[in-house]
């Protein structure tokens, strides 16, 4: 399948390669230099613009960083994209962003899919990605092998906006556990306990959730090297309590966190990983953690 990929960030470059590596013929554009360079290192074809990555394209995908990249690149897929084409975008932006782009694409008669994964970068490295997907069925039908390329585990949702929303329900899961885990880790240190010995029985505890898991050998050692950063997790903070309030949902909790992530920011800390919160809340309380 003749595929246009846009965006070959830390996301977007594996899964380019997978469905590369899947038989496809990939060509990828990005706008950062460094970025192209890594695309080319990884052997993908890279285009000069985003109109020649689109044009003869049968299915394009996007992996964007925020709302206002995704509506760019969206509207120039809905003007250089072929008719018939479907784009597919994976970014985690806003279900009000999402539904601007399909009205534009509907009209020149683009097919679209919403594909938020859920996952990291070295999840997406080691395809292992969730896709969780909207739109129309047909269509999904018809490229769950390219998913399937990017990870074993692909949920179809609905016919509209809906993997915009479930990304935002799992990524608010992932944030409070990190607050949950900064509060409780910092009343067991400056209580006495030892670090390495809390994390040792909280993953044994009936609260260790895989990213729990999949955190705690990196935290145990005081090594806040981002997967995804406090600025990341603000924007997608931002978003959450955006649709909270367009469906009138109190969020008290994710309003609070997003204030714990604004304190880590504060702090010097904002290109750590999110789970800095942890270290910003320890040194709140006078507690040096390493």
């Keep these: 399948m003749k595929i246009g990929f846009i965006g070959t960030g830390k996301m977007g470059l594996p899964m380019a390669r997978h469905l590369a590596a899947a038989g496809n013929d990939v060509l990828v554009h990005d706008v950062a230099p460094a970025q192209v360079a890594a695309a080319r290192q990884a052997g993908l074809s890279v285009a000069a613009s985003l109109a020649e990555a689109v044009a003869d394209a049968e299915v394009v995908f996007s992996s964007m960083p925020h709302d206002a990249a995704f509506a760019a690149v969206a509207a120039q897929v809905a003007t250089a994209a072929r008719p018939g084409a479907l784009y597919i975008d994976t970014s985690t932006v806003s279900p009000t962003a999402s539904a601007e782009a399909a009205a534009a694409l509907a009209a020149r008669d683009i097919g679209y899919l919403r594909v938020t994964v859920s996952g990291n970068n070295h999840m997406a490295e080691a395809a292992k990605l969730t896709s969780l997907v909207s ?18 585990a692909q949920f179809y949702l609905g016919e509209a906006e809906e993997a915009r929303l479930m990304k935002l329900v799992v990524n608010l899961l992932i944030a409070l556990t990190s607050g949950m885990l900064a509060e409780a880790l910092t009343l ?13 029985v909280i993953n044994a505890s009936a609260v260790a959730s895989p990213i729990v898991k999949a955190k705690s050998a990196q935290l145990a050692v005081h090594d806040y090297t981002p997967t995804f950063t406090v600025d990341q997790m603000l924007k997608d903070v931002g978003l959450i309590l955006d649709a909270g309030a367009q469906l009138r949902v109190p969020m008290g909790l994710t309003a609070l966190y997003g204030q714990m992530l604004q304190g880590a920011a504060a702090q010097g800390m904002a290109g750590d990983d999110y789970a800095a919160v942890i270290k910003s809340a320890a040194l709140a309380a006078g507690v040096r953690t390493a």
């Design 135 to 152: 739109g129309p069925k047909s269509a999904y039908e018809r490229v769950r092998p390219l998913l399937a390329a990017l990870g074993p």
């Design 188 to 200: 067991g240190k400056k209580g006495g306990l030892d670090w390495a010995a809390m994390w040792e």
